[in-house]
Antibody, heavy 116, light 107 residues
Framework: EVQLVESGGVLVQPGRSMKLSCAASGFTFSSFPMAWVRQAPTKGLEWVATISTSGGSTYYRDSVKGRFTISRDNAKSTLYLQMDSLRSEDTATYYC?????????WGQGASVTVSS | DIQMTQSPSLLSASVGDRVTINCKASQNINKYLNWYQQKLGEAPKLLIYNTNNLQTGIPSRFSGSGSGTDYTLTISSLQPEDFGTYFCFQHNSWPFTFGSGTKLEIK
């Protein structure tokens, strides 16, 4: 069974950092491009970042470029999102997704709240 | 960025009804359009990819169509478990973008 399990979500102050992890199982993680998608409270979905199978190519939405870093460890079947200089507008549930841009599997989401 | 406009934003229908949800792109997206269903408190679930390809495990009452800028998700006979919010998503041009969602309520 394909499973994606996010962890690391919490309350953090503006300007601080946080790292999300997504542990994958049930499939060959290294064969799939992966992505992070977020959803602010009562809002729609928003693509955040994408990474290629090897990790050699990454893409970001403009509003997080230079602040967020997506990475992966294929040996550990784990996807990461390092978030620096966090802003209140980054408050959202963050989902990791498989096989971007088809996104045929999603994690349960990690809640990130940026507030003083 | 390509804007994806969904309509209606809210839809109330009865079990057994045929339901259509529309998604209009601000420019041609060459059929690179997916549909997702999200229930409250849950992650989105892929229903249709590339306009009309039914994801494995999704009931055949769901179908997709369209081309150019206009796309449609159809539920041929609405079931009680089909309530939720439906999102379209274009992956033709960066940055890929989602529609604002259609909330489907069961009467």
């Amino acid at each position: 069974e394909v499973q994606l399990v996010e962890s690391g979500g919490v309350l953090v102050q503006p300007g601080r950092s946080m790292k999300l992890s997504c542990a994958a199982s049930g499939f060959t993680f290294s064969s799939f491009p992966m992505a992070w998608v977020r959803q602010a409270p009562t809002k729609g979905l928003e693509w955040v970042a994408t990474i290629s199978t090897s990790g050699g190519s990454t893409y970001y939405r403009d509003s997080v470029k230079g602040r967020f870093t997506i990475s992966r460890d294929n040996a550990k079947s784990t996807l990461y999102l390092q978030m620096d200089s966090l802003r209140s507008e980054d408050t959202a549930t963050y989902y990791c997704t498989r096989r971007y841009p088809v996104m045929d599997a999603w994690g349960q989401g990690a809640s990130v709240t940026v507030s003083s | 960025d390509i804007q994806m406009t969904q309509s209606p934003s809210l839809l109330s229908a009865s079990v057994g009804d045929r339901v259509t949800i529309n998604c209009k792109a601000s420019q041609n997206i060459n059929k690179y359009l997916n549909w997702y269903q999200q229930k409250l408190g849950e992650a989105p679930k892929l229903l249709i990819y590339n306009t009309n390809n039914l994801q494995t495990g999704i009931p055949s009452r769901f179908s997709g169509s369209g081309s150019g800028t206009d796309y449609t998700l159809t539920i041929s006979s609405l079931q009680p478990e089909d309530f939720g919010t439906y999102f379209c998503f274009q992956h033709n041009s960066w940055p890929f973008t989602f529609g604002s969602g259609t909330k489907l309520e069961i009467k």
